[in-house]
C-alpha cells in the first residue's frame, strides 16, 4: 500500500467528504486509530446525518472546483435518526438524475453507507474514490469565468419560440 | 360524481355566476375565492367573495394566472380556519394545492375545491394588449374572449389568438386531477358541463345530463400537447451536452428571485439564498475572485437554479409560473418541465394527481433495502 501512496507530480484530486457523525466520521476515527494508511485527498467535514446534506452544499462544493464529494452515512436501517439516511438516498438520487440532465459528470458524487465499525471500508472507499476520480482528471468547473464568457446567452427552444419570442 | 347540465341563458360567464352566487346563497360555502375582471376588463385577478352580488365580474376560467393560486389557497387555510371555503382553481392550480396540502403548508378541511378545465391561459400582457385590440364594444369582453377560445381550440383546431404561455402549450392535465365541483369546457357548446356529487346536484337544482363528448375533447387537445412536449424534451435534450450549454440557457439571469417568487412549491418563509450565507463579508468575493482571476458578479448563478431544481423537480407541476415571472424572458419551464419529468420518471411519482400518493422524499419505505 504505502507505494501507491507517494506523492506523485500527476493531477491529485480535492475531495469534499461529508461524514455522518455516528457511523463514518466514526469509521473514519477507526481507520486513524488502526493506523490505517489512505490517500490524504479528502476535506472532511462531520454532519449529524447524511440525511442533513441538502444537494446545495455538493452543488456548492463541484461549482467551487471540488473534483468529487462524498456523502457517507450509516447502513440503512441503522440510521440514528430513524430515516435520515433514505432521505439522504432520495436527494442523492435525484441530484444525481439532474447533474446528469444538465451535463455535469454525476460519477462525482459518491454516496456510500459506512459503518463505525468499518475502518478499513472507509479506507477502501476513500482510496476507490481517490484512484477514479484521479483518472477522471480535473473538474471542468473549476474554470467559472471561462465558461461564461464564452456562452452563446439567451438560449430558447426552436419548437416554443415562434408565438412567444414574436411577441416578447 | 354526475354530470349536471347548465345552459346559458344568454352569456355563459352570467350564468356561470349565478351558479356561483348559488353556492354562497345556499350555504355551500361562506365564502368564495374566485377570479375576476379588473381594470375594463384587461387582467384578472383572484377574489375572496362573502357577498354573492359582488360576483358580477367573476371568470372561473380566467384566460390569464397573474400567480398560482395554490399559494393563496395556502395562506388562507394553512392555520386551519373554521370556515367552508370555496375555491376556483385550475388544473394546475389544484396539482400544486395538492403538493403544498402534502407539504404541510395548506388544508383541505371545510375546503371545497372547484376545479375549471383549462383552454389554457395567456402571458398578463398579451391578454391585455389583445383586450386593447379589440374592435366594436368594449363590454362583454371576458365572454367574447372565452367563446372565440372555445369555438377555435374545440372544434376548428385552429391556434388560438394570441400565443399561450409556453407551458399551457404542452401542459398534460388540462381537467383538474381531484376536485369537488368541476366546471366543464368542453363538451357542450351552449352551456357549461358541471361534475359533482348527486346530493349537491339536487341542492342546487340541476339537471342531470350524460356528455359524451367531453373525453373526446379532451383527447384531442392532449394529443396536440403531447407532440409539442416531445419536440421539445428532444430538443433540450439534444442541446444539454455539457454545463456550458446550461449556462447558455442562464447567461443573462441576475438572480433576481422573481421565479422563486412565483413558485406554488418554493413554499420555505427565508429562503437561504436570500440569508447571510449568501451576503458573505467583501474579503470572501477578494479571495475567489483571486482563485478564478475573474468572478462573475452576482455569484453563484449556476447553484441557484441546480438548486431549485432539486428542492423543486419531484413536485413541480409544470404551471411555468416561473417563466412568466422571469424579467429576461428564460426558458425556465422548458427546463423545469424536462429535468422534472425525468427525476419524476426515475421516482415513479406524479405530483400533484392524488392525495395519497406520498412525496418519495419523505416517504420512507423499509423494504427499500
Known amino acids: 500500500m504505502p507505494s501507491q501512496l507517494k506523492k506523485t507530480t500527476e493531477f491529485e484530486p480535492k475531495i469534499v467528504a461529508f461524514l455522518c457523525n455516528w457511523c463514518a466520521y466514526g469509521g473514519a476515527d477507526l481507520a486513524g486509530t488502526s493506523r490505517l494508511h489512505y490517500p490524504p485527498n479528502i476535506r472532511a467535514i462531520r454532519i449529524m446525518c447524511s440525511g442533513s446534506v441538502d444537494p446545495a452544499y455538493v452543488l456548492k462544493a463541484l461549482l467551487d472546483g471540488a473534483d468529487g464529494v462524498l456523502i457517507a452515512g450509516c447502513h440503512l436501517g441503522n440510521c440514528h435518526y430513524h430515516n435520515g439516511n433514505y432521505r439522504a438516498k432520495h436527494r442523492i438520487e435525484i441530484l444525481k438524475t439532474i447533474l446528469q440532465k444538465v451535463g455535469i459528470d454525476k460519477d462525482r458524487v459518491w454516496l456510500r453507507w459506512i459503518d463505525a465499525s468499518e475502518g478499513t471500508l472507509f479506507r477502501d472507499t476513500v482510496y476507490q474514490m481517490v484512484c477514479e476520480i484521479r483518472s477522471k482528471g480535473p473538474n471542468p468547473l473549476r474554470e467559472s469565468w471561462k465558461m461564461w464568457q464564452n456562452t452563446i446567452g439567451g438560449w430558447t427552444p426552436q419548437a416554443l419560440r415562434l408565438s412567444t419570442g414574436e411577441l416578447k | ?369
Open chain 2, 1 to 369: 360524481m354526475v354530470d349536471a347540465y347548465l345552459k346559458a341563458d344568454g352569456e355563459i360567464l352570467k350564468t356561470l355566476r349565478r351558479f356561483l352566487g348559488n353556492l354562497l346563497r345556499k350555504g355551500i360555502v361562506d365564502y368564495l375565492l374566485v377570479p375576476q375582471e379588473i381594470s375594463h376588463s384587461r387582467t384578472l385577478t383572484q377574489t375572496l367573495v362573502k357577498d354573492p352580488a359582488h360576483l358580477e365580474n367573476a371568470n372561473p376560467f380566467s384566460p390569464v394566472m397573474p400567480i398560482n393560486s395554490a399559494a393563496i389557497v395556502s395562506s388562507l387555510t394553512s392555520d386551519k380556519p373554521k370556515k367552508k371555503l370555496g375555491v376556483v382553481l385550475k388544473p394546475c392550480e389544484i396539482r400544486a394545492l395538492v403538493e403544498l396540502i402534502k407539504l404541510g403548508q395548506a388544508s383541505l378541511d371545510n375546503l371545497v375545491i372547484i376545479g375549471t378545465d383549462c383552454l389554457g391561459t395567456f402571458e398578463v400582457e398579451d391578454y391585455a394588449r389583445y383586450i386593447d385590440d379589440m374592435e366594436h364594444t368594449k363590454e362583454k369582453m371576458g365572454e367574447r374572449f372565452l367563446i372565440e377560445c372555445r369555438q377555435s381550440i374545440v372544434h376548428s383546431d385552429t391556434d388560438y389568438p394570441i400565443p399561450l404561455r409556453p407551458a399551457c402549450r404542452i401542459c398534460q392535465t388540462i381537467t383538474p386531477p381531484l376536485a369537488h365541483i368541476i366546471l366543464s369546457q368542453f363538451g357542450s357548446d351552449d352551456g357549461v358541463i358541471i361534475r359533482l356529487e348527486n346530493n349537491l346536484a339536487e341542492k342546487l337544482n340541476l339537471e342531470i345530463r350524460e356528455s359524451p363528448n367531453h373525453e373526446k375533447q379532451v383527447a384531442q387537445i392532449l394529443n396536440r400537447h403531447t407532440a409539442l412536449r416531445e419536440k421539445v424534451f428532444t430538443e433540450v435534450r439534444e442541446k444539454m451536452e455539457t454545463v456550458n450549454d446550461f449556462a447558455d440557457v442562464l447567461a443573462t439571469c441576475t438572480r433576481c428571485y422573481a421565479c422563486q417568487s412565483a413558485c406554488p412549491i418554493c413554499y420555505c418563509r427565508i429562503c437561504f439564498f436570500r440569508t447571510e450565507t449568501f451576503e458573505p463579508e467583501s474579503e470572501r468575493y477578494f479571495r475567489w475572485a483571486e482563485k478564478e482571476d475573474a468572478l462573475r458578479m452576482p455569484t453563484e448563478i449556476l447553484l441557484y437554479h441546480l438548486t431549485r431544481l432539486n428542492h423543486i423537480s419531484a413536485s413541480c407541476v409544470g404551471c411555468g409560473m416561473c417563466e412568466s415571472a422571469c424579467s429576461r424572458h428564460l426558458p425556465l419551464t422548458t427546463i423545469f418541465t424536462t429535468v422534472a419529468h425525468d427525476v419524476q420518471k426515475d421516482l415513479q411519482y406524479q405530483p400533484g394527481m392524488s392525495l395519497e400518493d406520498e412525496i418519495p422524499i419523505s416517504a420512507f419505505k423499509e423494504p427499500e433495502r
